[in-house]
């Protein structure tokens, strides 16, 4: 067996980043799709965000451990689903300045170079509940300029939709395993939040396929607390399962 590490590892500052984004929510179903979004969300439900709601993805709501706390009835599933009282955190295999996600294809609808999942629930979501997005390999493939096709909606199609796209569409952060990043710009253009520790801002912008917005300074994603570090590595992942995501720099 491996010791355990001395240091916050960038796998863990990853899912510090993802719990990060449900910070302040108050009592809404989190749904985080995939190894790291899930330890982010269970991290946030038992430290600074209390009264999330998870769920086992089909009848019940569950506790960070996996027991069973309630019942979720479909119907009451779909209530939160169209009222903006879930914040989803999905993947991406493109995402653009705005915000626009891609899960679908890649090259021209008519004739994709590769098919992908396919839209999914992707619509749905970013129109119906706040959305974030999760990048486990930060590049110029993932954030391109223009999507091939538009699964997730970004701030521009919503906008060019009306009020009824806007109502709650939100974007409240994209985690990636460089750093992270937010829409609080006037044209709701994508801005460099912080970096994680050991990443410059230059290696992110050679990384991405468009400009970012900047701050005057960009800092770093914050220190985890040694609480957190212990719920990380002995309650939500003592597998270690997060750093064959991220694997260290």
């Known amino acids: ?3 355990t590490p001395t240091t916050t590892t960038r796998a863990e500052y990853c899912a510090l980043a993802c719990a990060e984004a449900w910070r302040g929510n108050g009592e809404v179903l989190a749904s985080p799709m995939g190894l790291i979004p899930s330890i ?3 991290l946030a439900r038992l430290t600074f965000s209390p009264d999330l709601l998870l769920t086992d993805g089909e009848a019940m709501i569950v506790g960070p451990d996996g027991s069973a706390e309630g019942w979720l009835p479909y119907r009451r599933h779909l209530t939160m689903v169209t009222g903006g009282r879930r914040h989803v955190m999905m993947g991406a295999s493109q995402l653009d300045r705005f915000g626009n996600q891609n899960i679908s294809c890649i090259g021209a609808w008519e004739q994709p170079a590769r098919q992908l999942l396919g839209v999914r629930g992707a619509p749905v979501n ?8 999760w990048v486990p390999k930060h590049s110029k493939r ?5 999507v091939d096709m538009i699964c997730g909606v970004g701030y521009d199609s919503a906008a060019a ?3 009824s796209a806007t109502r709650y569409h939100r974007i409240p952060r994209v985690v990636s395993d460089l750093g992270v990043f937010d829409f609080e710009t006037a ?3 994508m801005r460099l939040a912080s970096v994680h520790p050991g990443v410059t801002v230059e290696e992110v ?12 300074e960009v800092p770093c994603t914050r220190e985890p ?13 003592p597998e270690g399962r997060r750093e064959r995501e991220v694997p260290a720099a």
């Open 1 to 3: 067996m491996s010791a």
């Open 40 to 42: 982010g969300a269970r």
């Open 126 to 133: 970013t129109l119906n509940n706040p959305v974030s997005y």
């Open 142 to 146: 993932v954030f391109v300029e223009k």
């Open 161 to 163: 939709a009306g009020p």
């Open 187 to 189: 044209d709701r253009a």
């Open 205 to 216: 912008l050679e990384a991405t396929g468009f400009p970012l917005a900047l701050p005057d």
């Open 225 to 237: 607390t040694a609480t957190e570090l212990r719920l990380i590595r002995t309650v939500l992942d």
